[in-house]
């Protein structure tokens, strides 16, 4: 769908990088057809081995369509609570119960993207994107892999090889991979955190334009909070298992760097994450 809304305005007269925004921003909002899944954690706990809790009676309600970014020190639970919510650990106590009655998609699956591509390197570019798709032909699949390979700005690169792809565009096959079965969540576990710094900041651009245009709930695991602020609705600190904080990101899209709301709430984040200070 972006991609299109994209083609819509190449050949238009130039005009204010702002005032160009906003028209594209207009056109995603009227071509977002396909809302998420929202999300409800009861009691929620994970042990491994019998030992301390890892996640430990977590309550928590995610909305559908909402971009939510997890921060916290290392071993503090973020991936395992990413995990439970996909499915891949089976929780040791509580439930995960995911909310997609009433949209037009019930059925929408949830996709992670992990800080690795994990691309296959005896496939194509194409081929990669299109692993474990299902339903339909062979020509159909490609057809949709195609696609998704547009989205991130990497059409041309469909026949070539994984090796002889930057660190930067082989992330955005894994994106795509991710995208070409349209979930109705994208959980992502630090994809971004092996890139340098300008490529960093041009895949949370897109992360953003993607998610907005597709309606997907979107859950970032981040050491970044800086990134958290840029690109989340809310963002949860977990401690030991459990929500420490839980804030709203009240500035409105398009983001500026160096805003001073965003600037402030980055401060008050890693104040509590440095010494407990909320």
């Known amino acids: 769908m972006f991609a299109s809304t994209l083609r819509r305005f190449e050949g238009a007269p130039a ?41 430990d009676g977590l309550d928590l309600h995610i909305p559908a369509g909402q971009f939510v970014a997890v921060v916290g020190r290392s071993g503090c639970g973020k991936s395992t609570l990413l995990r439970l919510i996909l499915g891949l ?16 998609r019930p059925d929408a699956p949830r996709r992670i993207m992990f800080q690795e591509p994990r691309l296959l390197p005896w496939a194509s570019v194409l081929d990669n994107v299109a692993v474990g798709l299902r339903g339909g032909t062979a020509a159909e699949r490609r057809a949709r892999a195609a696609s998704a390979l547009t989205e991130v700005g990497l059409a041309e690169k469909a026949e ?92 409105p899209r398009p983001r500026r760097r160096g805003d001073p709301e965003l600037a402030a709430l980055e401060g008050r984040i890693l104040d509590h994450l440095l010494d407990g200070r909320g």
């Open 89 to 104: 650990e089976a929780p040791s106590a509580g439930r995960v119960a995911v909310e997609g009655e009433g949209t037009p």
């Open 15 to 55: 005009a204010p990088a702002r005032l160009r925004r906003e028209a594209i921003d207009r056109e995603i909002a009227r071509d977002r057809a396909a809302p998420g899944l929202g999300l409800t954690l009861r009691g929620l706990s994970k042990s491994f081995d019998g030992g301390k809790p890892v996640i």
């Open 160 to 251: 070539q090889w994984p090796a002889t792809l930057s660190g930067g565009q082989r992330q955005r096959v894994a994106l795509a991979r991710a995208l070409v079965s349209r979930p109705g969540m994208l959980a992502l576990d630090e994809p971004l955190g092996a890139l340098d710094a300008l490529t960093r900041i041009d895949m949370q651009a897109m992360i953003e334009r993607i998610w907005r245009a597709q309606g997907f709930t979107a859950l970032l695991v981040t050491h970044d909070v800086a990134e958290a602020v840029a690109l989340a609705d809310r963002i949860l600190v977990v401690e030991s298992g459990r929500i420490a904080l839980d804030v709203a990101v009240p500035v």
